[in-house]
């Protein structure tokens, strides 16, 4: 009796291990059943749909549908784009209804692909187009090739860089949903305590030094710029000087440089005048200058939308020029459909792109998060020419540059090589013997040891 | 030492360990009701200029708080509930009955206690996808329907009721089950309050897990809908720390009302021979 | 006899049938992710063998997260119980402020460790937050806690105890309100100081009740991960990164998502639990049977 169930136990264990395992192995396509489960509402509203079209010819509004998407806009640009979405439920005549559900990056990262793979996923996705190769290739998001033709969007109306982040190989995978480069804030009401002219921002790396020399005033908690220990781009300082981290395609190590052991010697003879707190985070930074207390940082344009709330004073400038150049990383969003989406939750996903590349949308999200405008007809806007912020924030948008874009080791190179080598360049350790080390990491992420 | 002197100096020490509970976490409230500018403000002051309540407003607007709260409470309590009845039963066998692999399988249960989390994270996912209660509410309850740590704790309080006690019973012609019910029960009031208590904090807080097994934010705890608040791009401190109070508020609540009859639950728990 | 083992099988059933399809079968599930190359995408993996595991021992990074566990856990837990101890024998007396105090060392271990993160994450911030401020004004000057290595790690053990004593503490009042009093009249006759009686008196009957806070806080430690990642990340440069955080890191948070690979490091720190709780039980239990 005892060795019966013992073994009925030990038999039961590894079925429902198999299958929990290695089901996904052995049954290659779980995601459509997964699809039928929780698409099921759709597909029956799909249907309903038919037979209604059927019955009555006439009927103008479209059946109900719910489509949902996923992103990691938690901070104050989020607020934005949730008025946005809950503007559009309320005025779409297609009886869409968005629902929007936003997590921080770690969750989103590691419940999405498994989510979409059993069909418990959104019906959409907003992500950094840099995701958008790796989306792909692991078979999650879905070609959307004949979005333009189905919308009647015209396509020229929007610049060609930003539209080609989402291809890939040749095919649409996403809508951008908006384009960035790193800025460089500035605080006014400090430059002017320090007898600098607030109109006039660091248009060079020398003059930026003089202005962090110039505005720190550590006894009363005021730094000249801050530079954060896990600030993710830092390779803006290092092109400036002609230096550079790895090539787009991935095949070639270029940290170890000449130009690059000037331009961090230099950030660390900053870092030793003080100018800067010690051991800042990236987050910190934020708050930091939203208190008044750094005159200077480098930052995305997410926290125009907050500063402005806030009534700070300030001026948002190009990233300042080394002796090669001024550069800054782009980055940007797209919507992606995420698989299994069936006819009539592209074509909903469709409205709802559409929606967000009409000219009110656009603008509304430039003008109220500071984020570059990139379409002709809403940069022609009077009300968008008259904002000071997005006009400067659109002259310094022209210098982007892609930073491992097209990578997947990309989040794995500024994790294991960019931040411990930032840590300790900061920290005052010999400038050499970090970009060595950190080189050799970066030949074994890319595989070129 | 005199027993006066010795009385002194420990409150003294006493006094300095409750201020240093009690300074962050008087912080913590007070900070919620700061404006957005107050909360970065330097110099830090403790207390708001201007008492606000605009960063719980932002949070309510944002969060469907009133469903995730009764997500939370339905799952908190079922999960409590079920877990302390199965957790007493196997404790009960485990302190009080012989049958043979008994030390094995009380080894192997007190081996799930060291699996992390992150570990089967991926595994229970993929597993209450087959089973078709993904982001169901029996999904959330069913995994944590039974508990090492309680079947542990409760063995170690079980064994210490003296066995006189339910041997007499026994002797009478009682069942395992009267004796498990009238005699063990009744004695274990203050363990199960202990562990109750344990149960409700444990399954509250936790963040991972929820929203793990959570695919829409309907179906959201309150800690794991508050966390959502907090990201690696941009932390708003504000909201941050009303959601922190939210989260934590109701917990508080229940267990300063609750406190008197919980600590006078474990003082009483104490096993006398 | 017989009818009575089976009812002890259906007592056990419900339990065990939960642990087993809930923590066994993906346990055992993890085993076999742990052989193969999958990742996160969980397309096109196949089983490796033990190519992870080979892959582990050269991986300066797990060596690094298995030292911080181990310091962690052999500070924090000692420290906790330690401190649980002291305030125990401080309270004995049992008056009404006593009993008020036990309500309030309970309030952080109510709280979630995250919120509770978030607050010290902000007070005890270097530029921004109350204490370093306060103590600037003194005259005293701290190092940044979070962000210097040598000084996050004590920070993030500091922050845990604090959180987590109020734990130790309540079970361990509970066992000591239930020494016997004549235990202590008779070790007063004897001529026993306060302290003395503490020693010979309270510890030795609530023994029972410190392993169990041992055995359970041990697990708890080695599997650190919370406070970490709201505090620190992990850094700087690693010297808060723990194993748990690693396989966070590996398996979730940045590319290329391997979660093989990160499955086989948390099957080495099941193991690593596993036999650490083993050997405290074995020689607590040891000590037991030669009194």
């Known amino acids: 009796m005892k060795k019966r169930f013992a073994g009925g136990l030990l038999a039961t264990l590894l079925t429902v291990c198999l299958l929990a395992g290695c089901g996904k192995a052995a049954e290659p396509a779980p995601a459509a059943t997964g699809s039928d489960d929780t698409a099921s509402a759709q597909t029956q509203t799909a249907a309903d749909t038919k037979d209604e079209a059927a019955d009555a010819g006439d009927t103008q509004t479209a059946e109900p549908i719910t489509i949902s998407f996923w992103c990691n806009f938690t901070g104050s640009d989020g607020d934005v784009l949730r008025e946005i979405v809950a503007n559009y439920n309320e005025t779409n005549t297609d009886n869409v209804t968005v629902e929007i559900d936003i997590m921080d990056y770690a969750t989103l990262q590691s419940k999405l692909p498994t989510a979409i793979s059993t069909g418990t996923g959104p019906s959409f996705i907003l992500a950094g187009v840099e995701l958008i ?138 870092m030793k005048k003080g100018v800067s707190p010690e051991g800042l985070d990236a987050g910190e930074a934020d708050t930091m200058f939203q208190a008044g207390r ?117 989040s794995q190179i500024d994790a294991d090589v960019m931040q411990p080598l930032m840590e300790r360049v900061l920290r005052g350790d010999d400038v050499a013997t970090c970009l060595q080390e950190a080189s050799d990491k970066l030949d074994e992420i890319l595989g070129l040891k | 030492m005199s027993k006066k002197a010795f009385s002194i100096i420990s409150n003294l020490i006493l006094i300095l360990f409750m201020l240093l509970i009690l300074l962050p976490l008087c912080w913590l409230f007070v900070s919620a009701f700061k404006s957005d500018l107050a909360v970065n403000a330097w110099p830090p002051r403790f207390f708001p200029d201007k008492w606000v309540s605009t960063q719980f407003t932002y949070v309510w607007k944002i969060l469907p708080i009133p469903v995730m709260l009764k997500n939370t409470v339905c799952f908190v309590l079922a999960v409590t509930g079920i877990s302390l009845f199965f957790d007493s039963l196997s ?25 992390p989390f992150q570990v089967v994270m991926i595994p229970i996912y993929l597993e209450e996808y087959k089973l078709g209660i993904l982001n169901t509410f029996w999904g959330l309850v069913l995994p944590r329907a039974a508990s090492a740590y309680g079947i542990f704790m409760l063995t170690s309080f079980f064994s210490g009721i003296p066995r006189s006690l339910d041997e007499a019973a026994r002797i009478d012609g009682m069942s395992e089950f009267g004796i498990y019910f009238k005699i063990i029960l009744p004695l274990s009031k203050p363990a199960f309050v202990t562990l109750g208590i344990f149960h409700l904090m444990n399954n509250w807080n936790d963040l991972l897990y929820p929203m793990m097994l959570t695919c829409t934010q309907e179906k959201r705890t309150l800690s794991a809908g508050l966390a959502t608040l907090v990201g690696s791009n941009a932390i708003k401190y504000g909201p941050t720390l009303a959601a922190t109070v939210i989260s934590i508020s109701p917990l508080l609540i229940i267990f300063l009302c609750g406190q008197r009859f919980f600590m006078e639950g474990i003082s009483t728990s104490g096993m006398k021979e | 006899m017989k009818r009575n083992q089976k009812l002890a099988y259906l007592f056990i059933t419900p339990s065990l049938l939960i642990l087993i ?271």
């Open chain 1, 133 to 270: 190769k790796q989306y792909k290739e692991n078979d999650m998001i879905l070609p959307i090739d004949d979005f333009w033709d189905v919308t009647g969007i015209d396509k020229s109306n929007f610049n060609a860089n930003v539209l080609e982040k989402s291809y890939f190989d040749g095919t649409q995978y996403g809508v951008p949903m908006q384009y960035n480069l790193q800025y460089l804030y500035y605080n006014k009401d400090l430059f002017a305590a320090a007898g600098l002219d607030p109109e006039k921002a660091p248009k060079t790396m020398d003059e930026l030094e003089a202005a962090a020399v110039a505005c720190t005033d550590a006894a009363n908690g005021i730094y000249g710029i801050g530079l954060p220990v896990n600030y993710g781009n830092y390779v803006e300082y290092l092109w400036a000087n002609g230096g550079d981290v790895v090539s787009t395609d991935g095949t070639q190590n270029f940290l170890n440089s000449e130009e690059n052991i000037k331009t961090l010697t230099w950030m660390q003879d900053l």
């Open chain 3, 21 to 291: 399809v809930f923590v066994f079968v993906p346990l055992f599930s993890a085993f076999f992710i742990s052989l193969t190359n999958m990742d996160i995408y969980m397309n096109e993996y196949h089983l490796i063998g033990f190519e992870n595991y080979q892959r582990m021992l050269e991986d300066s990074r797990v060596w690094n997260a298995t030292k911080n566990t181990i310091v962690y856990t052999a500070i924090e837990v000692p420290l906790q119980i330690f401190l649980s101890l002291l305030l125990l024998f401080l309270m004995l007396g049992n008056t009404r402020f006593h009993k008020l105090l036990r309500t309030v060392f309970y309030l952080p271990y109510v709280c979630s460790m995250t919120a509770i993160s978030i607050m010290w994450s902000m007070i005890l911030n270097k530029n921004s937050g109350m204490v370093a401020y306060l103590l600037a004004k003194i005259g005293i000057q701290i190092p940044n806690l979070l962000a210097t290595e040598g000084y996050a790690m004590g920070t993030v053990i500091a922050v845990s105890v604090w959180k987590n004593f109020g734990y130790t503490l309540t079970l361990l009042t509970a066992a000591a309100l239930g020494v016997s009093g004549s235990l202590y009249e008779a070790a007063e006759i004897d001529g026993a100081g306060w302290f003395a009686r503490f020693l010979h008196v309270t510890i030795p009957g609530i023994r029972q009740t410190i392993l169990f806070c041992l055995v359970t806080t041990l697990i708890t430690a080695l599997q650190v991960f919370d406070q970490i990642y709201v505090l620190t990340q992990g850094g700087p440069l690693f010297s808060t990164e723990t194993l748990v955080g690693y396989i966070f890191e590996r398996g979730f948070r940045a590319a290329p998502f391997d979660v093989g690979y990160a499955t086989s490091v948390a099957v080495y720190l099941f193991f690593l639990i596993a036999l650490l709780t083993f050997i405290l039980r074995r020689y607590t239990t040891r000590r037991e049977e030669e009194e």
């Open chain 2, 91 to 115: 404790a009960y066998a485990f302190a009080r009955m012989e049958f043979k692999g008994k030390k094995l399988l009380f080894g192997i249960i007190l081996l799930t206690m060291m699996i």
């Open chain 1, 294 to 410: 750094l005159a200077m940082y480098t930052s995305g344009p997410w926290n125009i939308n907050g500063l402005n709330q806030l009534g700070i004073n300030y001026g948002i400038t190009a990233i300042p020029a080394g002796s090669a150049g001024a550069f800054a990383p782009e980055g940007g969003c797209s919507w992606m459909l995420a698989k299994g989406a069936d006819d009539a939750v592209r074509s909903a996903a469709y409205k709802f792109m559409a929606y967000w590349l009409s000219d009110g949308v656009l603008k509304e999200w430039s003008n109220r998060n500071g984020f570059p405008v990139w379409a002709d007809t809403v940069l022609a806007d009077p009300e968008i020419q008259a904002n000071k912020i997005l006009a400067d924030v659109s002259e310094a948008s022209t210098i982007g540059r892609d930073y491992h874009l097209q990578l997947d080791c990309g």
